[in-house]
Protein backbone atom coordinates (compact mmCIF):
# COMPACT_ATOMS: atom_id res chain seq x y z
CA UNK A 1 0.00 0.00 0.00
CA UNK A 2 1.60 3.63 -0.77
CA UNK A 3 0.21 5.99 1.48
CA UNK A 4 -2.02 9.12 -0.01
CA UNK A 5 -0.32 12.27 0.00
CA UNK A 6 -1.02 13.85 3.50
CA UNK A 7 -4.12 15.44 4.24
CA UNK A 8 -3.40 16.61 8.19
CA UNK A 9 -0.51 16.77 10.42
CA UNK A 10 -0.77 16.80 14.17
CA UNK A 11 2.66 18.59 16.23
CA UNK A 12 3.42 18.27 19.58
CA UNK A 13 6.26 19.45 21.95
CA UNK A 14 6.84 16.05 22.97
CA UNK A 15 6.60 12.75 20.50
CA UNK A 16 3.55 10.58 19.92
CA UNK A 17 3.34 7.74 21.31
CA UNK A 18 0.21 6.39 20.90
CA UNK A 19 -2.88 8.35 18.82
CA UNK A 20 -6.74 7.77 18.91
CA UNK A 21 -8.66 9.01 15.93
CA UNK A 22 -12.55 9.35 16.82
CA UNK A 23 -15.04 7.39 14.34
CA UNK A 24 -16.85 10.69 13.61
CA UNK A 25 -13.47 11.90 11.97
CA UNK A 26 -13.87 15.01 13.94
CA UNK A 27 -11.33 14.31 16.53
CA UNK A 28 -8.17 13.01 17.60
CA UNK A 29 -5.71 12.43 20.80
CA UNK A 30 -2.45 11.48 21.14
CA UNK A 31 -0.74 10.42 24.44
CA UNK A 32 3.06 12.30 24.43
CA UNK A 33 6.08 10.97 26.17
CA UNK A 34 5.83 13.84 28.32
CA UNK A 35 2.64 11.90 29.61
CA UNK A 36 -0.12 14.58 28.50
CA UNK A 37 -3.12 13.71 26.28
CA UNK A 38 -3.29 16.38 23.64
CA UNK A 39 -6.66 16.38 21.77
CA UNK A 40 -7.05 18.31 18.08
CA UNK A 41 -10.29 18.86 16.01
CA UNK A 42 -10.24 17.93 12.31
CA UNK A 43 -10.17 18.86 9.88
CA UNK A 44 -8.51 22.28 11.30
CA UNK A 45 -5.67 20.91 13.24
CA UNK A 46 -6.72 22.92 16.36
CA UNK A 47 -5.49 22.20 19.88
CA UNK A 48 -8.48 21.63 21.87
CA UNK A 49 -7.18 20.40 24.72
CA UNK A 50 -4.47 19.30 27.33
CA UNK A 51 -5.19 16.95 29.96
CA UNK A 52 -1.87 16.07 32.36
CA UNK A 53 -1.26 11.93 32.62
CA UNK A 54 1.78 12.05 35.25
CA UNK A 55 1.74 9.36 37.37
CA UNK A 56 -0.43 7.35 35.11
CA UNK A 57 0.26 3.63 33.77
CA UNK A 58 -1.73 3.55 31.09
CA UNK A 59 -3.43 0.00 30.78
CA UNK A 60 -6.39 0.78 28.64
CA UNK A 61 -7.57 3.78 26.76
CA UNK A 62 -10.34 4.58 24.32
CA UNK A 63 -11.53 7.60 22.97
CA UNK A 64 -15.25 7.80 22.39
CA UNK A 65 -17.04 8.05 18.58
CA UNK A 66 -18.06 11.33 18.66
CA UNK A 67 -14.36 11.98 20.27
CA UNK A 68 -15.52 14.32 23.23
CA UNK A 69 -14.48 11.66 25.83
CA UNK A 70 -11.35 9.77 26.61
CA UNK A 71 -10.85 6.64 29.08
CA UNK A 72 -8.10 6.03 30.77
CA UNK A 73 -7.64 2.96 33.17
CA UNK A 74 -4.12 2.59 34.66
CA UNK A 75 -2.37 0.14 36.49
CA UNK A 76 -2.89 1.19 40.18
CA UNK A 77 -6.97 0.36 39.24
CA UNK A 78 -8.31 4.02 38.61
CA UNK A 79 -10.25 4.43 35.97
CA UNK A 80 -10.72 8.06 35.02
CA UNK A 81 -12.68 9.25 32.36
CA UNK A 82 -12.20 12.70 30.89
CA UNK A 83 -14.43 15.74 28.31
CA UNK A 84 -11.64 16.58 25.77
CA UNK A 85 -13.52 19.72 25.26
CA UNK A 86 -12.68 21.50 28.24
CA UNK A 87 -10.01 19.09 29.47
CA UNK A 88 -12.21 18.57 33.13
CA UNK A 89 -12.53 14.89 34.30
CA UNK A 90 -16.31 13.61 34.19
CA UNK A 91 -15.25 10.64 36.12
CA UNK A 92 -13.15 8.69 38.36
CA UNK A 93 -13.07 5.42 40.34
CA UNK A 94 -11.23 3.10 42.07
CA UNK A 95 -11.42 -0.64 41.18
CA UNK A 96 -10.96 -3.38 42.33
CA UNK A 97 -8.87 -4.87 39.26
CA UNK A 98 -8.00 -2.38 35.73
CA UNK A 99 -9.90 -3.66 32.95
CA UNK A 100 -8.42 -5.54 30.51
CA UNK A 101 -11.24 -4.09 27.89
CA UNK A 102 -13.52 -1.43 27.15
CA UNK A 103 -15.56 0.13 24.87
CA UNK A 104 -17.88 2.83 24.13
CA UNK A 105 -21.70 1.87 22.82
CA UNK A 106 -21.98 3.56 19.28
CA UNK A 107 -23.95 6.54 20.13
CA UNK A 108 -21.66 6.56 23.34
CA UNK A 109 -24.47 6.32 25.79
CA UNK A 110 -23.31 2.86 27.33
CA UNK A 111 -19.69 2.21 28.23
CA UNK A 112 -18.47 -1.82 28.96
CA UNK A 113 -15.58 -3.03 30.83
CA UNK A 114 -14.46 -6.18 30.99
CA UNK A 115 -12.27 -7.98 33.79
CA UNK A 116 -11.16 -11.13 34.79
CA UNK A 117 -14.47 -12.90 35.46
CA UNK A 118 -17.02 -10.21 34.48
CA UNK A 119 -18.56 -7.29 32.11
CA UNK A 120 -19.74 -4.44 33.88
CA UNK A 121 -22.23 -1.34 31.97
CA UNK A 122 -21.87 2.40 32.61
CA UNK A 123 -24.55 4.73 31.93
CA UNK A 124 -22.38 7.72 30.91
CA UNK A 125 -24.91 10.36 31.35
CA UNK A 126 -25.63 9.39 34.97
CA UNK A 127 -22.48 7.19 35.81
CA UNK A 128 -24.34 4.28 37.08
CA UNK A 129 -23.79 0.55 36.47
CA UNK A 130 -26.72 -0.69 34.75
CA UNK A 131 -25.45 -3.99 34.14
CA UNK A 132 -23.08 -6.49 35.72
CA UNK A 133 -22.34 -9.70 34.35
CA UNK A 134 -20.01 -12.45 36.38
CA UNK A 135 -20.73 -15.21 34.09
CA UNK A 136 -16.87 -15.09 32.57
CA UNK A 137 -15.21 -18.55 32.97
CA UNK A 138 -11.71 -16.26 32.16
CA UNK A 139 -10.43 -12.85 31.34
CA UNK A 140 -12.62 -11.04 29.42
CA UNK A 141 -9.84 -9.44 26.53
CA UNK A 142 -11.75 -8.06 23.87
CA UNK A 143 -14.95 -6.41 24.29
CA UNK A 144 -17.70 -5.01 21.46
CA UNK A 145 -21.18 -3.88 21.09
CA UNK A 146 -23.55 -4.15 18.02
CA UNK A 147 -24.40 -0.81 16.23
CA UNK A 148 -27.85 -0.96 17.99
CA UNK A 149 -26.31 -1.12 21.18
CA UNK A 150 -28.76 -4.14 22.24
CA UNK A 151 -25.82 -6.97 22.51
CA UNK A 152 -22.30 -7.24 24.02
CA UNK A 153 -19.67 -9.58 22.34
CA UNK A 154 -16.88 -10.56 23.94
CA UNK A 155 -13.37 -12.73 23.71
CA UNK A 156 -12.43 -14.68 26.47
CA UNK A 157 -9.20 -15.97 27.63
CA UNK A 158 -10.40 -19.19 27.80
CA UNK A 159 -10.39 -19.65 24.20
CA UNK A 160 -13.90 -18.69 23.61
CA UNK A 161 -16.29 -15.78 22.34
CA UNK A 162 -19.35 -15.29 24.28
CA UNK A 163 -22.75 -12.90 22.99
CA UNK A 164 -24.76 -11.14 25.49
CA UNK A 165 -28.13 -9.13 25.83
CA UNK A 166 -27.39 -5.82 26.97
CA UNK A 167 -30.82 -5.36 29.27
CA UNK A 168 -30.42 -7.95 31.23
CA UNK A 169 -27.07 -9.76 30.34
CA UNK A 170 -28.55 -12.81 29.06
CA UNK A 171 -26.42 -15.01 27.51
CA UNK A 172 -27.56 -15.72 23.48
CA UNK A 173 -24.63 -17.63 22.25
CA UNK A 174 -21.37 -19.02 22.90
CA UNK A 175 -18.61 -20.39 20.36
CA UNK A 176 -15.61 -22.52 21.48
CA UNK A 177 -13.74 -22.71 18.04
CA UNK A 178 -10.30 -21.33 19.13
CA UNK A 179 -7.21 -23.16 19.40
CA UNK A 180 -5.65 -20.18 20.91
CA UNK A 181 -7.31 -17.35 23.15
CA UNK A 182 -9.18 -15.01 20.70
CA UNK A 183 -8.06 -11.33 21.34
CA UNK A 184 -10.19 -8.75 19.88
CA UNK A 185 -13.98 -8.98 18.41
CA UNK A 186 -16.71 -7.17 16.08
CA UNK A 187 -19.96 -7.15 14.80
CA UNK A 188 -21.03 -7.49 11.72
CA UNK A 189 -22.21 -3.66 10.16
CA UNK A 190 -26.13 -5.25 10.41
CA UNK A 191 -25.23 -7.29 13.74
CA UNK A 192 -26.17 -10.94 12.79
CA UNK A 193 -22.59 -11.79 13.01
CA UNK A 194 -19.47 -11.21 15.41
CA UNK A 195 -16.39 -12.01 13.63
CA UNK A 196 -13.25 -12.51 16.20
CA UNK A 197 -9.59 -12.97 15.65
CA UNK A 198 -6.35 -13.76 18.47
CA UNK A 199 -3.68 -16.07 18.43
CA UNK A 200 -5.44 -18.79 15.65
CA UNK A 201 -3.96 -15.97 12.63
CA UNK A 202 -7.64 -16.07 11.22
CA UNK A 203 -10.86 -14.20 11.55
CA UNK A 204 -14.03 -16.22 12.83
CA UNK A 205 -17.03 -15.39 11.88
CA UNK A 206 -19.70 -16.02 14.52
CA UNK A 207 -23.37 -16.37 14.14
CA UNK A 208 -24.74 -14.27 16.89
CA UNK A 209 -28.10 -16.10 17.52
CA UNK A 210 -26.41 -19.66 17.90
CA UNK A 211 -22.88 -19.01 17.88
CA UNK A 212 -22.11 -21.45 15.14
CA UNK A 213 -19.07 -20.94 13.48
CA UNK A 214 -19.98 -20.08 9.75
CA UNK A 215 -16.86 -19.43 8.15
CA UNK A 216 -12.51 -19.12 8.85
CA UNK A 217 -10.31 -16.36 6.46
CA UNK A 218 -7.29 -17.77 5.05
CA UNK A 219 -4.24 -17.24 7.91
CA UNK A 220 -3.04 -14.14 8.15
CA UNK A 221 0.31 -12.94 8.44
CA UNK A 222 0.89 -13.21 12.34
CA UNK A 223 -1.73 -13.36 15.36
CA UNK A 224 -4.57 -10.95 15.04
CA UNK A 225 -4.00 -8.05 17.54
CA UNK A 226 -7.31 -5.72 16.39
CA UNK A 227 -9.84 -6.01 14.11
CA UNK A 228 -12.50 -3.39 13.25
CA UNK A 229 -15.32 -3.55 10.44
CA UNK A 230 -15.74 -0.47 8.57
CA UNK A 231 -18.66 1.74 8.07
CA UNK A 232 -20.46 -0.05 5.21
CA UNK A 233 -19.84 -3.58 6.68
CA UNK A 234 -17.77 -4.27 3.49
CA UNK A 235 -14.02 -4.61 4.77
CA UNK A 236 -12.19 -5.40 7.86
CA UNK A 237 -9.28 -3.82 8.71
CA UNK A 238 -6.52 -6.56 10.94
CA UNK A 239 -3.81 -5.03 12.77
CA UNK A 240 -1.67 -8.09 12.78
CA UNK A 241 0.83 -8.98 15.59
CA UNK A 242 4.13 -10.87 15.80
CA UNK A 243 3.66 -12.84 19.10
CA UNK A 244 7.64 -13.91 18.53
CA UNK A 245 8.80 -10.19 18.35
CA UNK A 246 6.43 -7.24 19.51
CA UNK A 247 8.17 -5.08 18.58
CA UNK A 248 8.60 -6.01 15.00
CA UNK A 249 6.50 -4.52 12.64
CA UNK A 250 3.51 -6.38 11.18
CA UNK A 251 0.97 -5.70 8.50
CA UNK A 252 -1.86 -4.11 8.59
CA UNK A 253 -4.78 -6.19 6.20
CA UNK A 254 -7.90 -5.07 5.06
CA UNK A 255 -10.17 -7.90 4.14
CA UNK A 256 -13.12 -7.97 1.80
CA UNK A 257 -16.20 -9.41 4.05
CA UNK A 258 -17.94 -11.28 1.21
CA UNK A 259 -14.98 -12.84 -0.35
CA UNK A 260 -12.46 -12.75 2.50
CA UNK A 261 -9.80 -11.51 -0.47
CA UNK A 262 -7.13 -9.26 0.70
CA UNK A 263 -7.93 -5.92 -0.87
CA UNK A 264 -4.67 -3.85 0.83
CA UNK A 265 -1.85 -4.50 3.09
CA UNK A 266 0.30 -1.84 4.82
CA UNK A 267 3.31 -1.77 7.44
CA UNK A 268 2.45 -1.33 11.00
CA UNK A 269 5.84 0.53 10.89
CA UNK A 270 6.15 4.05 12.52
CA UNK A 271 1.92 3.72 12.53
CA UNK A 272 0.71 5.15 15.80
CA UNK A 273 -3.20 4.38 15.94
CA UNK A 274 -5.88 4.04 13.25
CA UNK A 275 -9.51 3.71 12.92
CA UNK A 276 -12.55 3.29 10.10
CA UNK A 277 -14.21 6.83 10.17
CA UNK A 278 -18.08 7.23 9.40
CA UNK A 279 -17.31 8.81 5.58
CA UNK A 280 -15.95 5.05 4.66
CA UNK A 281 -11.93 5.76 4.88
CA UNK A 282 -9.72 4.25 7.13
CA UNK A 283 -7.12 6.63 8.21
CA UNK A 284 -4.02 5.93 10.14
CA UNK A 285 -1.75 8.23 12.23
CA UNK A 286 2.01 7.94 10.53
CA UNK A 287 4.61 9.56 13.08
CA UNK A 288 6.40 12.60 11.65
CA UNK A 289 9.11 14.10 13.19
CA UNK A 290 7.84 14.23 16.85
CA UNK A 291 3.95 14.39 15.43
CA UNK A 292 1.66 12.54 12.90
CA UNK A 293 0.57 12.92 9.65
CA UNK A 294 -2.93 11.67 9.33
CA UNK A 295 -3.28 9.20 5.77
CA UNK A 296 -6.18 7.55 4.31
CA UNK A 297 -5.21 4.06 4.19
CA UNK A 298 -8.51 3.07 2.23
Known amino acids: ?102 AFSRDDRLLALGFGSSVRVIDLATHKTVLTMNDSQAGVVGIAFSRDGSRIATAEGNASVRVREVRGGAAIAENRDFLLEPLTIDFSADGNEVIAGGGDSALVFIDAATGKTLRRSPKLPNAVFDLKVSEDGREIAVLTLDANNLGAPSPIVVLDTASLRETARTSTDEMLGGAWTRDGHLVGAKRAGDGVHLVKLR
Not at 27 to 40: E, F, N, Q
Not at 64 to 73: E, P, R
Request: some cysteine; glycine content about 4%.
Open 1 to 102: MIFLACALALSAPSPLTSVFIASSGKVAAGISRDHKLRVWTLPDERLLSTIDLTGRSVADSVLSNDGHTFLLADYDNDLTIWNTTTGAVAMQEHLEHYPLSA
